[in-house]
């Protein structure tokens, strides 16, 4: 616990002394930001006074009754005067806890919603082990059973649902080394955020070590029965033997990526980079968990055109795996970096044309987001979110995504690409496996490269990271190609192309998803009909533009798309496709649809896409 002591100390002397000169001022400001860094409002821990350093988990996974029993024995770094060490926990069933070896009297602080309660272990300042037995419940939110001839279980522990599986010091700032040791039903390989084994064991045991220190939102854990195939010399593709080929082909450039990704900012830390391919269920498209993204399967197009994905959950193995968001507010660290560093590995593996198509994408996503936003709450807008009292999963918009990312991209069009590129290699390696907070950010950056009133100036910070909407320096995009598709789409839509003269079979997926997305709400059904007929886009492989389709379909009330929608949504729980398409149900008054759909497909679903839509529906 010397480091916080040393901060604290020092502020004290600091104050103590009311230090002038502007170098000692700087300093004194350094070290309050330090200690204000440890204020996470989604966390209960007080890591200043006793933390853990290492976590020991050694569990058994129960299909039958959907729990999860372990013992979390952690390794702790109390302070001198530490009374205690607070953890984490929503709905654990504790049922033993020790200190060194000791049967200690630990309470349960009071509820709040989705924050949990704080587990109060009694502690001092000699205490060094910490061992809790416990119980998950079977309704855990960062748990997905899937049931059935396969059954299969995953973990999606951000934000702050690690705590529905695991009492944790559950905030980003709080890294930890784990091993673990876990018992599954024969006929299963279990995996984890840590080193992973390629074969089914014969018992069911498994053992896993993760020995760099990681943040508790990237511990994950999936069950089920998968294979395992190499796709070059660090990387690998895990999933169900049914997907295996097609995985194997898909991300058959994975190395690829590494290795540009690498080129650009530096040492891969992780060792091996590995894809597990989850049931369609899973919530997100991906998920950045350490040494192996977990991944939705609706990525598998069979031409590998959606691997940007895999681009972007890579770069996370820098941009919030190595440095990591203080707290939730500074979340446009984590991604506005990571979308930035996609779209650099996406221009260095497949061209600029691709990743300008993918930044004019994104740059549509943004402006339609921002005005989406700035009706209703315009502080959600700013880079910097301001999330106490409310639920970390709100300030997941295209705000930290794409506003970051075009930022990020106003500094280098400001300073140069050289310059930001030599920038961003020594933030990365400089900070590694620390916590970053947007003011310590932009302590850095004014540091080390926007170091004179003229950049100050042409960049102007405030506006981008305090300020609301988009700021009138955003970088332009222009990609001619897309420019070809919104030709074409006029054209078709005024009658002066004909359907058969659209050039759909030259157009990539980008080009595809642009034309349907950009269709006029009030395209009549039988226009929708002539598309289907001549380029057959309902049978598409590429979940992408088959979501397109399905959007527009609904908002051109166009019914033969219906039973396509409806087994979509009831297989696919990934929130990005779910959202629009429950949303647009309910804008063009066939909110019966959605319920009728939504109650067969509710159960298929993941706690952070039902919390969306129970509240999109008005469900309870
Ligand atoms: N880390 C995120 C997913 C996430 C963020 C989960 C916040 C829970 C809380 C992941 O890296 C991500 O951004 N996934 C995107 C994909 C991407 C290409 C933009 C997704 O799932 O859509
Ligand atoms: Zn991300």
Redesign the pocket.
Known sequence: MKYFHIIIATAIILAMFGCNSPEENGRKSQVILEMKRATDFHSYSHPEEAVVTHLNWNASVNFDDRIIRATAIYDIDASDDAERILLDCVDLKIEAVTVDGESVDWSMGPEQPFIGQPLSIPVNGNSQRISIQYASAPSAGALLWVEGEQPFLFT?S??ILARTWIPCQDSPGIRFTYEAHVDVPVGTMALMSATNPTQQSEDGHYDFRMDQPIPSYLMALAVGNVEFRAVGPHTGVYAVPELIDASEYEFGEMENLLVAAENLYGKYAWERYDLLVLPAAFP?????NPRLTFA?PTIIAGDRSLV??VA??LA?SWS?NLVTNSTWDD?WL??GF??YF?QRIMEAVYGREISEMLATLSYQGLVDEVDEIMDTNPDDTHLKLHLQNRN??DG?TAIA?DKGYFFLRLIEETVGRDGFDKFLKAYFTEHAFTVMDTDQFIAYLKENLLNSEELLTAVNMDAWIFGAGLPANCPQVRSERIESVDANLIAWETGTMATEDLPWKEWVYQERYRFLSNLNDATPAERMKELDATWNISTTGNNEVLFAWLEQSIRSKYAPSYARLETFLINVG?R?FLTPLYRAMVETEQKEMALSIYEQARQNYHS?ATGTMDELLAVD
Not at 284 to 288: I, K, N, Q, S, V
């Open positions: 999606q951000q934000a997100f498209g991906g998920m950045e939705t940007s994905l972007h959950e996370h919030g979340f984590n991604e990571t979308v996609e970390p999963d997941m995504y990934r990005k952070v």
